[in-house]
């Protein structure tokens, strides 16, 4: 007598004290492919979404790396500090649970093989986290040997940007770690290439050495924030250290974003609904690759990367509609395969970004800085920013 695992599962005659849960978790998830055509509205969307994502993205390098585009200070804190409170529910909301949902405990991959002897969305965001937490120290460490790089915090970045200070009270000093970090003080933000120049050289070198130094900092000089007016040694150690970081970031952002395009070119009748909300989606975490990618000194002999990442960006979600729409007919986001890749995918992207948002983000600007702004309006300004990115990110997450 064949026993119930041998009976073929028959979706129209389900017996639920004897079926196998998988089974029958298996049937539900499998939607299939449900494209329905709109064609011409689908294109849009690939347009609609490529210049949204690219100009949200491009606005804060633009405010920070371009003379004739500047911004009031508080437009560009809006954008920063809304773009990482978007980042830490890109995370949790768009990443974390649709993992769980994908190869979760309560799934058909999750039911199945190995995949059922474990939890293995945390696992995986886990073990991510570990693996950025190992590469951004690792980088760290580099940087502190190779330049004998110490976390020093003995200037005042107050009067730095201000201008309250005279040159001989810099005079010894060196810009902290934190310092390279932050980009929060000063009342507009002016693109500048020779605010270095303002600065006076140590007279207390030999004038052919003073000589080498300014001629190595106009070398070195960067289109970036008033803030960024170090040596080019210091500029030098305060790209490499955050340029593994950011690079890390886009990859985890980029693999969410591959996700949403395909899904995008071949969902059904819920089309109407997620167009919209992937618009306002990709745009609000462009705004976040933004605002991180601003505060990276960029040295001018690689002053087209910021570019570059931004057309990454801004081209990868349409990309990946277009690729969509070319296996409209044939992609299934339900399938087995399908929900593994993209489940795997979401748990490694979901840990990049918890580690960016909390650390890089939250801990290094407002926790550990000793250089932040000790205005009070400011903070809260920075902090309604980050909270109102949080909340407005989470909501999107009922729909996409």
Not at 37 to 64: K, M
Not at 255 to 281: C, D, K, M, Q
């Amino acid at each position: 007598m064949a026993s119930d695992s041998d009976i073929p599962f028959d979706p129209s005659n389900v017996d639920l004290d004897t079926a196998d849960p998988r089974d029958i978790i298996c049937y539900l998830n499998a939607g299939g492919n449900d494209y329905d055509g709109r064609l011409g509205l689908r294109l849009s969307a690939l347009f609609v979404i490529l210049v949204t994502s690219s100009v949200t993205t491009l606005f804060p390098v633009l405010a920070t790396r371009v003379r004739w585009f500047r911004v009031p200070l508080y437009v560009y804190l809006f954008a920063r500090y809304f773009g990482a409170g978007v980042i830490i529910a890109t995370a949790f909301i768009h990443l974390l649970d649709p993992a769980y949902d994908e190869i979760g405990p309560a799934t058909c991959v999750g039911m199945t093989g190995g995949w059922a002897e474990y939890s293995w969305p945390p696992a995986i965001a886990m073990t991510s986290v570990m693996l950025i937490f190992l590469l951004d120290f690792g980088a760290e460490w580099y940087v502190e040997q190779k330049f004998g790089f110490q976390h020093e915090h003995m200037i005042d970045i107050q009067g730095t940007v201000t201008g309250d200070n005279s040159p001989q009270q810099h005079r010894g000093r060196h810009q902290s770690h934190q310092f390279l970090h932050s980009a929060d003080q000063g009342d507009t933000i002016q693109p500048t290439c020779d605010n270095a120049a303002a600065l006076a050289p140590d007279t207390s070198l030999p004038p052919n050495k003073g000589e080498d130094n300014q001629k190595s900092d106009t070398d070195f000089a960067i289109a970036s924030f008033d803030v960024f007016t170090g040596t080019a040694a210091q500029t030098e150690r305060a790209f490499r250290e955050q340029i593994a970081a950011f690079m890390i970031l886009e990859f985890g952002v980029i693999f969410h974003s591959v996700i949403i395009g395909l899904n995008l070119g071949v969902v059904g009748e819920e089309f109407s609904t997620l167009y919209p909300v992937v618009v306002f989606h990709q745009a609000f975490e462009g705004l976040g690759i933004g605002a991180r990618l601003s505060v990276i000194p960029f040295p001018r002999r690689l002053g087209w990367m910021p570019w570059v990442f931004c057309a990454t960006y801004g081209l990868t979600t349409p990309v990946a509609i277009a690729v969509g729409l070319g296996l409209a007919t044939q992609y299934d986001p339900g399938s087995f395969t399908a929900s593994v890749v993209s489940g795997v995918l979401d748990s490694v992207s979901a840990g990049i970004l918890l580690y960016t948002g909390l650390v890089e983000l939250l801990a290094r600007d407002f926790l550990f800085n000793p250089e932040r702004t000790r205005d009070k309006r400011r903070i809260l300004f920075m902090l309604v920013c980050l909270f109102l990115g949080t909340i407005i990110m989470a909501l999107l997450g009922k729909w996409a």
